[in-house]
């Protein structure tokens, strides 16, 4: 099992991020943080990490989350 963390910062760091959204309301207070969107609803903030396991995209987890995936105590 491959697991693959990217960490998102901008539009280009990861190819499922877009700025489609499905509701105007959220993409608007979104892209004031500099968020991107997954699928058009999941949002995606800089700093986050996308997950991926065997190439297929399970989710999005804080950074923190993510040291803890990489660093266990």
Known sequence: MK???TQWNKIGDH???????SAEFEYQEAKK???GF?????????????VEINGI?????S???AKQIKHPK
């Not at 997954?38 to 996308?50: D, K, L, N, R």
């Not at 995209?57 to 987890?61: L, N």
């Open 57 to 61: 995209y399970i989710g999005v987890i």
């Open 3 to 5: 697991v693959t963390l």
């Open 15 to 21: 190819p499922l991020v877009t700025l489609k959204c």
């Open 63 to 65: 950074a923190r989350k």
């Open 33 to 35: 943080d500099g968020a």
């Open 38 to 50: 997954i699928e058009s609803f999941t949002i995606v903030y800089p700093g986050q990490y996308i």
